[in-house]
């Protein structure tokens, strides 16, 4: 697998105190403004969230519900059932099911330059996992701490999977207003509740297949 260095992970630290360190689901139902609605697609019932924008504490313009709610499609790359197929540009992950049919997700990727791609497999799975900025992030951002435990504060949400022996990994984000763009240090970074739905379907040795 081709990576390229753990870098910058964390813009969005600067806009998380705004809304106390987290936003859950259930929180951006109560934003002023917020609107909330259900649509019917192929897959059955999802609720969509409408983006509210506003100016953060910092006088940054800050988009918030670019929610992509997750559905099942027509996939006909020739991949086995259970695999995972990233594609980066689409700002979508794919868990590949039978019978030429996908589970499709909206993602955050890494930024341009920080993004990886290649081929892996899942060799670990965490529920609310701790994190431990590497060194090199430390010291250009010097106010994270050595280590964070798991919780709904924590950057790396409630569920990671791990690819290889690596840094790299897929995770849930306690900013999901990230969702749709380019944020992380080359990690993908799902919502919660998509995280778990693909934590509780993805097996350890899975294929995870990255493509730009």
């Known amino acids: 697998m081709r990576l390229t260095r753990y870098m910058k992970l964390l813009p969005l630290a600067l806009i998380a105190p705004l809304l106390g360190g987290c936003l859950s689901d259930s929180a951006y139902d109560y934003l ?5 609605r259900y649509e019917n697609t192929p897959a059955g019932q999802v609720k969509v969230r409408d983006p509210i924008r506003f100016t953060n504490f910092m006088g940054q313009e800050v988009t918030v519900g670019n929610y992509i709610p997750k559905e099942t499609v027509v996939f006909p790359e020739k991949h086995a059932p259970g695999t995972i197929v990233i594609k980066t540009s689409q700002r979508r992950l794919y868990y590949v099911l039978p019978d030429g049919k996908a589970i ?7 930024e341009e330059g920080r993004a990886f791609a290649g081929t892996s497999q899942i060799t670990q799975k965490k529920e609310w996992p701790d994190w431990r900025p590497p060194a090199e992030m430390r010291k250009r951002k010097p106010e994270l ?18 690819l290889g022996n690596t840094l790299y990994r897929i995770h849930g984000t306690n900013a999901p207003w990230t969702i749709g763009g380019a944020e992380s240090s080359g990690c993908i970074r799902m919502v919660n509740e998509d995280v778990e739905d693909l ?6 040795g899975s294929t995870v297949v990255v493509q730009r």
């Open 32 to 36: 002023p403004g917020a609107k909330v």
């Open 104 to 110: 499709r997700y909206g993602i955050a990727v890494g």
């Open 145 to 162: 701490p050595e280590y964070m435990a798991g919780g709904k504060d924590n950057p790396l949400g409630s569920r990671a999977l791990y």
């Open 199 to 204: 934590y509780n379907r993805a097996k350890l």
